[in-house]
């Protein structure tokens, strides 16, 4: 019997797979320790590498889905802690609400805060003036309720000051000290505003 792939030469051996007669150098051992012609050991290469191919495939495809994973794990973890740190800044907003008072906060009193009545006093002047022409009134007691700023500021309020109408466009306003002195150092007129 004659090698399939070389008519002149004597077959020795058969092939593991096709079972094709070869000579002694077409009868190479493949991986297994088995005789196969040179067609078959190709065959045996292809498929080993589509196989690899599909099993690297396989392991890449593991790798994403790892990797997607542990990146769900730490968005998580990051939203876990975000989530603590809230819950640590409420209760310690909670605590200080509980544990810290505020210092009280002190009415408004005409009487002790002279300096800021005027001021209200005479914002309450140039408003009227803006809505009468430019023409400030006769007297204190006849600016209406709503340009003055407080319901605490009362005739017996303005009592301690002194409203002089120097002209239609113009006015002096003037403070009692505590020991009812006129200040000389409080004084507003229309150039101030």
């Known amino acids: 019997m004659k090698c399939a792939y ?9 092939c593991s797979r096709c079972d094709k007669p070869l000579c002694e150098e077409c ?38 889905l790892s990797i997607e994973a542990k990146a769900r794990r730490k968005s998580r973890v990051l939203m876990l802690a975000a989530l603590v740190l809230t819950v640590i800044v409420l209760a310690g907003n909670f605590y200080f609400y ?9 009415e408004f009193d005409p009487y002790e805060e002279m300096v800021i009545t005027a001021d209200l006093i005479n914002e309450a002047l140039m408003d009227y003036a803006g809505d009468h022409g430019g023409k400030f009134p006769e007297r204190l007691l006849d600016i209406p309720a709503k340009y003055m700023p407080s319901e605490k500021i009362t005739p017996s309020v ?12 113009s006015y002096e306003l003037r403070v009692k000290d505590p020991k009812g002195e006129w200040d000389s150092q409080i004084i507003f007129t ?3 505003s």
């Open 6 to 14: 070389h008519s002149q030469r004597e077959a020795v051996t058969r």
């Open 27 to 64: 009868a190479p051992f493949n991986k297994e320790g088995k005789v196969v012609c040179s067609r078959c050991a190709i065959l045996d290469a292809a498929h080993d590498a589509s196989v690899g191919v599909d099993e690297r495939r396989e392991e890449r495809e593991e790798k994403r």
């Open 98 to 106: 509980l544990k810290v008072k505020a210092p009280a906060v002190k």
């Open 158 to 169: 303005l009592e301690r000051f002194s409203y002089t109408r120097l002209s239609p466009e």
């Open 190 to 192: 229309e150039e101030d």
